[in-house]
């Protein structure tokens, strides 16, 4: 039996009728994640700049989203056969021999950086902590 619904029916309160020519599910999240993928296309890490507003109190708010690799806290050698794949972030700030990871894929926060110019790496790496893509974001919180 085929799935169908109406396109006319209208849903109680104020959510949106769905229309024919929205973006579907699909379109705007990717695949599904319960099924397996036979041929993932190469994953990509975008980095947007931090948002304006808050830079001036000196907090710093970065979001970024993955391509074809979701961002989860799942490690280890056994996580790699994870299809579609998973994976992390790592986060380097101002050339620091350490970094810190984001397994959230929500807005990376920063505080407590000095007036002045900053730079941050995020790299988009696999369950073993090899990396896959790198950004790096460059901004002046003022004076």
Known sequence: MDASFDTDARPAGNVPSVTLDAATARDVRGPSALLALDDEPPPRLI???PLAGPLPAGKVFIQY????????PVFGAGALDVSPRAGHVHVTVDDATWHFI??????????GLAPGPHRVLFELADPIHRVIDRQTVRFTIPE
């Open 47 to 49: 980095v947007d700049p």
């Open 65 to 72: 989203r993955t391509e074809n690799l979701r961002v989860l």
């Open 102 to 111: 984001d397994a959230s894929g929500e807005t990376v926060v920063l505080v």
